[in-house]
């Protein structure tokens, strides 16, 4: 297994379009999480899946935003009529269950909004 | 609310010794984490502790005082490649990784 990936690696969407992002998890983890980041800020919690199920979002996460990991393997991120704000890094990492398991991180899409 | 506090940049020497502090308040305490992030490049995962005392793992070690909401990471023997921000996260009692600003590590010759 390679790890996580992530697809596109950049995106530049203009004001009010769809975007989607992928990731791909590392095949034997079952919880899959998403983040976003901005320069010089931590990695800010956006949602989490174990396996198919979406066991919690973050309250801050506008309605704009929605995940799915439809057969507990892929999953995707949408973000629906995208704003300047919503220009960042979207992280996506996975890990074993289990509270001592670290999570791996994929490359990251970088979503820049003009 | 809840809180993480690193120092925003620190700048060290090449083969010196580098302590980088995190201080937490979090709704409950489920392990530390601290992470490596390259410029333009995913976090990676360095080190764990949810007991008090401290951790090694080759050049890297991480301390941890739960009673003091208190953690250390300590770099031996730097290098350039060491040059890196750092990020402490922290497990809440719901299990979610709440993450520091990052602590940007600046490694002169």
């Known amino acids: 297994d390679t790890g996580v990936s992530q697809d596109p690696r950049h995106k530049i969407t203009k004001r009010g379009q769809n975007v989607t992002f992928r990731c791909d998890p590392i095949s034997e983890h079952n919880r899959l999480y998403w983040y976003r980041q901005t320069l010089g800020q931590g990695p800010e919690f956006l949602t989490y899946f174990q396996n198919e199920a979406q066991l919690e979002k973050s309250r801050l996460l506008s309605d704009r935003f929605s995940a799915e990991r439809p057969k507990g393997s892929f999953s995707t991120l949408e973000i629906q009529r995208t704003e300047q704000g919503d220009s960042a890094m979207y992280l996506c990492?996975?890990?074993?269950?289990?509270?001592?398991?670290?999570?791996?991180f994929g490359p990251g899409t970088r979503l820049t909004v003009t | 609310g809840q809180n993480i506090d690193q120092p925003t940049e620190m700048t060290a020497t090449e083969g010196a010794i580098v302590q980088i502090n995190c201080t937490y308040q979090t709704s409950g305490f489920n392990g530390l984490f601290w992470y490596q992030q390259h410029a333009g490049e995913a976090p990676t995962f360095l080190s764990y502790?949810?007991l008090d005392g401290l951790e090694e793992k080759g050049r890297f070690s991480s301390f941890l005082s739960r009673s003091k909401g208190y953690s250390y990471l300590l770099l031996k023997e730097l290098q350039m490649k060491d040059s890196a921000s750092y990020l402490c996260a922290v497990k809440d009692s719901n299990y979610q990784l709440i993450w520091g600003a990052g602590t940007k590590l600046i490694i002169k010759p």
């Open positions: 990492a996975s890990s074993f269950p289990g509270e001592a398991y670290e999570q791996y």
């Open positions: 502790n949810v």
